[in-house]
């Protein structure tokens, strides 16, 4: 069974790279999959004036940072 990809998603960072979405696959084996070892943030950015503007990036980071040590990564 063939899923579609929506309109939107014609790119995903993947592998510290931005590449076509249909390339950023990951194995079945995957231990996140498998077990639910994973952590996930989001940083909102701004493109205004030429210039990129992220809001609380340190606040994040340090978010992300200690997510991943709770989840042991």
Same mark, same amino acid.
Do not use: P
């Given at each position: 069974?063939?899923?579609?990809?929506?309109?939107?998603?014609?790119?995903?960072? +993947?592998?510290?790279?931005?590449?076509?979405?249909?390339?950023?696959? %990951? =194995? /079945?084996?995957?231990?996140?999959l498998? @077990?639910?070892?994973?952590? +996930?943030?989001?940083v909102?950015?701004?493109?205004?004036?030429?210039? %990129? =503007? /992220?809001?609380?990036?340190?606040?994040? @980071?340090?978010?992300?940072?200690?997510?991943?040590?709770?989840?042991?990564?």
């Open positions: 069974m063939e899923v579609k990809q929506m309109e939107f998603m014609k790119y995903a960072y +993947f592998k510290i790279e931005i590449t076509e979405f249909e390339k950023a696959t %990951v =194995s /079945i084996a995957t231990h996140s498998q @077990y639910g070892t994973t952590c +996930f943030g989001g909102r950015g701004y493109y205004r004036n030429g210039k %990129v =503007s /992220i809001f609380r990036l340190e606040d994040h @980071y340090i978010r992300l940072i200690n997510a991943s040590k709770n989840a042991w990564i």
